[in-house]
């Protein structure tokens, strides 16, 4: 596997979509799995750019909706990989609206989705490093860990008093 370096921006992905009526729930907005499920493809394809190796969704961050999307607007997502460990990454997203009649653009979400490369065995497999580049990009990236030891600990995987990033962001705030 690739063990090379790479950037953010290697991984960018921008999807759009227009949501129709099947998209649609009766108040004539985008139903919320419909839009997860396409974020889930845009982060899967960021992820399997970073990797270059097919790739499986391991978790998926809280998704908390600012503004809907209405019937006939554009969906962009904005995905790339804000930090790579052994064998996961970690996927920002951006998901804006746009009112195409009005051209006017919104932020509907953000998002961080957590995807395992696999090897042809189906086993996981080494990443690439993220080498963060512009100040939003370290900020994701410094971000992560913190992130990471929380999926783990509420995914049974990591005791809250290994959680050594999080605790020094609590003692920070005494």
């Known amino acids: 596997m690739e063990s090379k370096l790479k950037t953010a921006k290697e ?16 108040f004539g907005n ?11 493809i845009a982060a899967a394809l960021s992820a399997q750019k970073h990797a270059n190796a097919p790739v499986v969704t391991a978790s998926v961050d809280n998704i908390s909706f600012e503004s809907p999307i209405k019937l ?5 997502i904005v995905a790339k990989v804000s930090r790579a460990f052994n064998s996961s990454m ?10 195409l009649k009005n051209q006017y653009k919104y932020k509907s979400n953000e998002a961080y ?8 065995a189906g086993k996981s497999a080494p990443v690439p ?30 005791k ?15």
Do not use: C
């Open 113 to 120: 989705y957590t995807f395992v490369a696999l090897d042809a």
């Open 72 to 76: 006939g607007n554009a969906v962009y």
């Open 11 to 26: 991984s960018l992905i921008q999807m759009t979509e227009l949501v129709l009526p099947n998209d649609t729930n009766v």
């Open 30 to 40: 985008l139903m919320g799995g419909r839009l997860m499920y396409w974020m889930d």
């Open 160 to 174: 809250p008093n290994d959680a050594v990033e999080l605790k020094a962001l609590f003692a920070d705030a005494r």
């Open 90 to 99: 970690e996927v920002h997203m951006q998901v804006w609206g746009e009112d």
């Open 129 to 158: 490093q993220l080498i963060p580049e512009t100040e939003e990009e370290i900020r994701l990236f410094d971000g992560a860990l913190r992130r990471r030891q929380l999926r783990l600990i509420l995914g049974g995987k990591m």
